[in-house]
DNA sequence: GTCTATACAACGATAGAC
DNA sequence: GTCTATCGTTGTATAGAC
């Protein structure tokens, strides 16, 4: 039995989540097609692309406040008149991606839900699903952990809400896995909080990552038996 | 034996390192003296003290960058021309403020290395010290892990070569147990970066320990604990 | 040392031609 | 749909009175 799922569940993950390629950008584009101005799919989907990915290059190297429209038309090679069409203001479009991310990791997590009934092998799908998720999406929840204070208060807490909720599922698993007589843990909430805060490593710190040649594969696993080791599994 | 070190051994940190209170303003007056216009250093403390905690309140709720000058103004009671008689410019306040904390953390750092020679010892005192400084210097450790990428490429290096050598310090410990027979561990390089992402966390998500009534001591405690239990001691 | 007044560059956003 | 031209505002920073 592998550690890690096969190649073959990868693509079952990246098919199932519709997380890159002209699937994705559809859903993207689907999600605040009332905010635009653009009617047609084709032409509206290719500069959406354009401005979400200059927006990552540009705010996750500078900042999203540092960053200024003027940059942004400048790496689109969109007018500022023409950015207009496509974003309502630059706020807006902040809190779209944090909405569009957020709606994503939300599906994604609820399937996760009492897919498997066996916790360890439950805890082992959400680290590596979740580890997944940020190697995809990487620059989307890079963005999101470091522009969420501009964002207003309602949205703000809604994301902390959203890891308050992942927290909750690594404590069910393990609490679970307690009943069963195979764990055992004084304080499962903080494991949880743990667990989560070695998973944002993941897009936090890439740089260290790089330069340590660490694999996403590799990580996975190394959360994953560190946290068999907390539990006393065994 | 305690768990924790006893009372007088948090005072004796405070103490030697000079975190609060009339010597630590002292010491960051004296850092950076040299770019300032005020001679008397009884009203330059005074005011500068105000303005690195209004900067704090202001940076840490709605970002640096968003943080406009007529803000601080405002929030210190100091004029715009003022304020300029204390700092450069915008830009090197934030520089300053990240100059001033990794001078200190370098010191404490170099000062734990070879302290304690039990490697078990030697890592409860490094997540302790760790945890207790970023206790008394939360929004300090808070400002600069949030707008590092404001500040010049040279600087944000150092911040990141000064975590390698946290990491580093962690690490080294951890081999000297693994020489001495006490822990087993397969990747020291990896749990180092595990512990120093727990350590962050208490100052990343104070919302969260807040929210579940977390202690310092419990914190560290449980750092302490996990980490033990991923090194197989005993 | 601290203030008021102001310079002037850069910002987000919009109007209207094409 | 996309552009250029421009609006009013706000930003950082400074000069000079007190």
């Given at each position: 039995m592998s550690d890690w799922p096969h190649e073959t569940t990868i693509s079952a993950f990246k098919r199932a989540w519709a997380l890159e390629g002209e699937a994705f950008w559809l859903t993207v584009f689907s999600m605040h097609q009332e905010k635009m101005q653009i009617k047609s799919p084709k032409v509206a989907i290719a500069n959406l692309q354009k401005i979400f990915e200059a927006t990552f290059k540009l705010a996750n190297a500078k900042g999203f406040q540092a960053m200024s429209l003027r940059d942004l038309s400048r790496e689109t090679g969109i007018s500022m008149g023409g950015l207009y069409a496509y974003i309502g203001s630059k706020n807006d479009l902040a809190s779209v991606i944090e909405g569009v991310l957020r709606n994503y990791i939300d599906k994604v997590i609820g399937e996760l839900?009492?897919?498997?009934?066996?916790p360890v092998e439950s805890l082992r799908a959400i680290i590596c699903g979740e580890i997944f998720m940020i190697q995809i999406l990487n620059p989307w929840y890079y963005f999101c952990y470091m522009e969420l204070k501009g964002l207003e208060r309602e949205q703000q807490q809604q994301a902390l809400d959203l890891e308050l909720r992942f927290d909750r599922i690594l404590v069910d698993a393990i609490r679970t896995g307690i009943k069963q007589g195979k764990f055992s843990c004084d304080n499962p909430e903080l494991l949880a909080a743990s667990i989560t805060a070695q998973l944002q490593q993941w897009h936090l710190k890439q740089w260290k990552f790089k330069l340590q040649e660490v694999s996403m594969e590799a990580y996975a696993q190394h959360i994953f038996e560190n946290l068999l080791l907390c539990l006393n599994h065994r």
């Open positions: 839900v009492n897919e498997y009934l066996d």
